[in-house]
């Protein structure tokens, strides 16, 4: 088992900056990569950015150059640095733990809200 605690969430002006932080606990040695996820009202989740264990990263491509997921190892802890945002990137954020390349383990998700 593992298990995902999102924090960092909260309500920002557009053009501003947030920072998302998920700490992971328990079967760590199983997962193969990280990812956050994003579902804003009556739209479907979204994959918005991925790292794998051996560093690889991926954006989706409207936060590409604004968005930038990290992993402190030490910490077991995955970020994911957000700026430029906005009220397009409003939404609730989880993170997520993937095994064999499926992601298995969800965190209780952080609302974002980036106001006008």
């Known amino acids: 088992q593992v298990q995902l605690v999102e924090s960092g969430g909260g309500l920002v002006q557009a053009g501003g900056s947030l920072r998302l932080s998920c700490v992971v606990s328990?079967?760590?040695?199983?997962?193969?990569?990280m990812g956050w996820f994003r579902q804003a009202p009556g739209k479907q989740r979204e994959l918005v950015a991925a790292?794998?264990?051996?560093?690889?990263?991926k954006y989706t491509d409207s936060v590409k150059g604004r968005f930038t997921i990290s992993r402190a190892n030490a910490k077991n802890t995955v970020a994911l640095q957000m700026n430029s945002l906005n009220p397009e990137d409003t939404a609730v954020y989880y993170c997520?733990?993937?095994?064999?390349?499926?992601?298995?383990?969800w965190g209780q998700g952080t609302q974002v809200t980036v106001s006008s």
């Open positions: 997520a733990a993937a095994v064999l390349n499926e992601y298995a383990y």
């Open positions: 790292i794998t264990t051996g560093g690889a990263t």
């Open positions: 328990g079967n760590i040695f199983s997962i193969n990569a």
